[in-house]
């Protein structure tokens, strides 16, 4: 069978991702730059050049990747016709256990980072040896069509990667390899630009096995996925995928540019103050690091030497003027409260990061905490939309290998209703025969990305004992229902670490007519009174700062 790609479409091809390569130099080479502020000075030889003290992009971007992918999420299936119903609860078991078997939750954070620092954080989905993979793409392996203004109009996107060079010679999938050449595996790129691997390895790589360097190039309006040996600028295999309907490449990015197709990363943004605010630090710290107190002496040498010598509390004789103290260096006032100035810029670009991150209360008490807290997720909220509705992309297409493979089978363990055992439930190609692909509706939970903390939990505990098991004691007893307190105090425990709860409260059995009337339908809760007392708490994080910059401005109008 013939390749689509010729010659002719080759050369052409060729020439017009090269200059697609070239436009995005710009944008890798800031990603590099920023890795390297990311990872400081104490990580690999590769790092930044200077000493980081106030690593700002590290906090910001932590604090994000772990509130916008803690967790794998979980998938919901659902589907109009009701006698497949049973089919779309089993596909839906058989979905969620995908995540853990190619341990998504580590391609998702990585995503998130990449996304947070490059323009695009890209995941490419497909098929390798019969499973279904979910795999980082950075930017500098991948390239898109940058004549393009809008994603629904590239002719092209693709992503280089190695190949072991004996696995491509053996591979049947793969034509055209005669001749094929072996390839010097290098952390560079191919006109010499730095990459972020070359942060932690040396430019000359020493591989066990031998490699070759591939390139996968999608073309949209043919739904075709063509691989190319690049230095041998030969394609090898073309993979007919227009039945996916979709590109394998999933992007992620958060902040749009009109009329560009190249997003606007975060830390684009955040840079400035970054590196302002190291350089503001390292001036402060050498301020510092310079401050001398000395005694300045007129004359009596014998006296200036009997001072050195006496202790503390000693007489000596002294025939000079009294010594004069002597001071150096220091730290400046006014760079301070520059310092503390660009600290609070940069929370506040990058959405309240003392809020998002927990780094200290915001305000003078809890209520108005939880407002700020509440303006701040605004931001997070905004990016973790962006973020689920990217991430069911990739579960589309995890979907569809799980569910169009022609020959995988598997077992689930499914719950009986009523007792507490499971019984064994085969879902393969003949129960997926029942059903098109189509007539599946998959949606992520947005909240199974988020982890959930001991303490938390055990906040939404109390909270739902107060505001809803209480109030509705009497209309639950009403209707037959008995408050479960056992489990309640069980899972209090649980959450609070205190497991040493079960040793003051012990539950008896008794018969219905000698118990109390909390299991009865009078049963109210009882009347309890509080007493509200007013707590010193320390100062929230704000107040502080402007404290601290009222005394600078103080002590730079006295000096």
Not at 30 to 50: I, K, L, T, V
Not at 157 to 173: A, L, T
Not at 337 to 350: E, G, I, P, V, W
Not at 406 to 419: E, I, N, Q, Y
Request: proline letters at 5%; a negative charge.
């Amino acid at each position: 069978m013939a390749l689509y790609m010729n010659e002719t479409r080759w050369s052409r091809l060729d020439k017009a991702i090269d200059w697609s390569l070239q436009q995005m130099v710009f944008p890798r080479r800031e990603r590099f730059d920023a890795f390297q502020q990311f990872c400081g000075s104490h990580y690999a030889e590769g790092g930044a050049d200077r000493l980081v003290p106030v690593n700002f992009l590290a906090l910001a971007v932590l604090i994000f990747v772990r509130r916008l992918a803690a967790r794998a999420p979980t998938a919901m299936l659902s589907c109009t016709n009701q006698d497949i119903r049973p089919l779309a609860a089993d596909f839906q078991e058989a979905l969620n256990l995908v995540p853990g078997e190619i341990n998504l939750v580590h391609t998702l954070r990585q995503w998130v980072t990449e996304a947070i620092f490059s323009p695009w954080g890209v995941i490419k989905c497909g098929l390798n040896n019969g499973k279904s993979f979910a795999d980082l793409v950075t930017l500098d392996d991948y390239f898109i069509d940058m004549s393009a203004t809008r994603m629904d109009t590239i002719d092209f996107e693709g992503n280089d990667y190695w190949e072991d060079y004996e696995s491509i010679m053996e591979n049947r999938r793969y034509v055209n390899k005669e001749g094929l050449s072996r390839d010097e595996r290098t952390p560079m790129g191919p006109n010499g630009e730095r990459r972020v691997q070359q942060i932690s390895v040396d430019q000359v790589m020493t591989t066990y096995k031998d490699k070759k360097w591939l390139r996968d190039i999608w073309l949209p309006d043919k739904g075709l996925l063509v691989t190319i040996a690049v230095r041998d600028k030969r394609v090898i295999r073309e993979v007919d995928l227009d039945e996916i309907r979709h590109s394998p490449y999933h992007k992620l990015s958060y902040n749009t540019v009109p009329g560009q197709l190249m997003p606007l990363p975060a830390v684009a943004l955040w840079r400035d103050l970054h590196d302002l605010g190291n350089s503001l630090f390292r001036k402060l710290a050498n301020g510092a690091d310079g401050q001398k107190v000395c005694l300045g002496f007129n004359g009596d040498t014998e006296g200036v030497q009997a001072f050195k010598n006496a202790r503390d509390g000693e007489g000596f004789k002294f025939n000079g003027p009294d010594p004069k103290v002597l001071k150096a260096g220091g730290i400046d006032p006014q760079t301070m409260l520059f310092f503390l100035q660009t600290r609070d810029l940069m929370s506040y670009f990058a959405g309240n990061l003392d809020s998002l991150g927990g780094l200290g209360a915001q305000a003078d008490t809890a209520a108005q905490d939880k407002l700020i807290s509440g303006a701040a997720n605004a931001q997070l909220d905004d990016m973790s939309d962006t973020t689920i509705t990217a991430t069911e992309g990739v579960f589309q297409a995890l979907a569809y290998y799980e569910y169009t493979d022609p020959v995988k089978k598997r077992v689930l363990m499914k719950t009986v209703p009523g007792v507490d055992w499971k019984i064994p439930v085969e879902f393969g190609p003949a129960e997926r025969r029942n059903a098109k692909f189509g007539a599946f509706h998959i949606k992520l939970d947005v909240h199974s990305m988020q982890k959930d903390s001991p303490q938390v939990k055990l906040q939404k505990l109390r909270a739902f004992v107060q505001e809803f098991i209480l109030p509705l004691a009497d209309a639950t007893m009403a209707q037959g229902g008995i408050i479960d307190v056992k489990a309640i105090l069980k899972r209090a425990g649980e959450y609070a670490n205190f497991p040493e709860a079960d040793e003051f409260v012990v539950f008896v059995d008794m018969p219905e007519s000698n118990r109390g009337p909390a299991s009865g339908a009078g049963f109210k809760p009882a009347m309890t009174q509080r007493t509200y007392t007013h707590a010193s708490s320390p100062a929230p994080q704000q107040s502080q700062t402007a404290q601290m910059m009222q005394q600078l401005m103080s002590a730079s109008s006295s000096a």
